[in-house]
C-alpha cells in the first residue's frame, strides 16, 4: 500500500524559480540534508528530501563486554509541489515527523510560504470522484467521532458493511451531529478497487493503482476542498 497526503502551500514563486532554489539547496556526499529535483514541469516539480542519520549502535556481550557500531541511514520523502489554487504540495508515504522537511522547504522560499492543513469532507470527496470516475463508489466503512449524544456525553463509532453503508450511518446517528473521519471505499467495475480516504486530505491505496485513479483522487480532492 501507498499513502498520499495533500497539504496547503501558497507558493512565493514561480515553479522554475522555486526548482532553481530547490537544486540550490541539492543533498551531497558531503551536505546532512537536502533535496535531489526529479522532474520539473511548469505545472509541477517532483522531487525528494533526503535527510542523512549517523546512528550509533551498541552490543553487550555476556560478558560485559560493549562494542558500538556505527552505521548511516537515509530517510527520504518524496514530494510533488504544484501552483496556482491547488492544495500545493502532495506528500508521498509521509513519515509521523515531517517538522525538518517542512522548515528547509520554508528555509528554500526564503520563509515566505505559507504552508497549512487541509481539511476535506470525505463524503463530498468520494462523490466528485465517482463523477470523475464514471464509476459508483461504495463507502463500505466509516469512522465517526464527537458525536453527540447529550450535552456532555460524546461517542466514537465504527460502522462497516459488505455494500454502501451511507444510510445505515444516517439512521444510526438520527440526526445527531458527528465528525466523518476517514472512509473505506470501493469503486466498482473492473478492477475492483479500494481506498481509504481522511479528513486530513490523506488517502491510502494499493502500490499498483493506477495514474488515472490518483489523478481521479487529486482532482476530486481539490474540487472537495475549495
Avoid at 497539504?7 to 524559480?17: D, E, G, I, S, T
Avoid at 514541469?41 to 522531487?47: F, P, V
Avoid at 542519520?53 to 514530494?79: D, H, K, M, N, W
Amino acid at each position: 500500500m501507498t499513502r498520499r497526503r495533500w497539504l496547503r502551500a501558497q507558493w512565493p514563486f514561480a515553479m522554475r524559480v522555486l526548482a532553481d532554489r530547490l537544486r540550490s539547496q541539492q543533498f551531497t556526499s558531503e551536505t546532512q540534508n537536502g533535496f535531489i529535483l526529479d522532474r520539473f514541469r511548469a505545472d509541477s516539480i517532483e522531487c525528494r528530501f533526503i535527510e542523512r542519520q549517523e546512528i550509533s549502535q551498541i552490543v553487550e556481550s555476556p560478558l560485559g563486554q560493549r562494542t558500538v557500531y556505527e552505521r548511516t541511514e537515509f530517510r527520504e520523502i518524496a514530494f510533488v509541489a504544484t501552483p496556482g489554487n491547488s492544495p500545493g504540495l502532495e506528500i508521498a508515504n509521509p513519515p509521523r515527523s515531517v517538522s525538518l522537511f517542512l522548515s528547509r522547504l520554508s528555509e528554500v522560499c526564503d520563509f515566505q510560504v505559507s504552508i497549512s492543513e487541509v481539511k476535506v469532507d470525505v463524503v463530498g470527496w468520494c462523490a466528485r470522484l465517482a463523477e470523475l470516475l464514471g464509476r459508483p463508489v461504495d463507502i463500505v466503512s466509516c469512522q465517526l467521532r464527537d458525536i453527540k449524544l447529550a450535552d456532555n456525553a460524546t461517542a466514537t463509532a465504527v460502522i462497516r458493511g459488505s455494500s454502501d453503508v451511507r444510510a445505515a450511518a444516517n439512521l444510526m446517528m438520527n440526526g445527531n451531529p458527528y465528525i466523518n473521519d476517514k472512509v473505506k471505499i470501493q469503486i466498482q467495475g473492473r478492477p475492483l478497487q479500494s481506498a481509504i480516504l481522511t479528513r486530513q486530505a490523506a488517502v491510502t491505496i494499493d502500490r499498483n493503482a493506477s495514474d488515472t485513479l490518483l489523478d481521479s483522487l487529486r482532482t476530486s480532492l481539490y474540487l472537495s476542498s475549495t
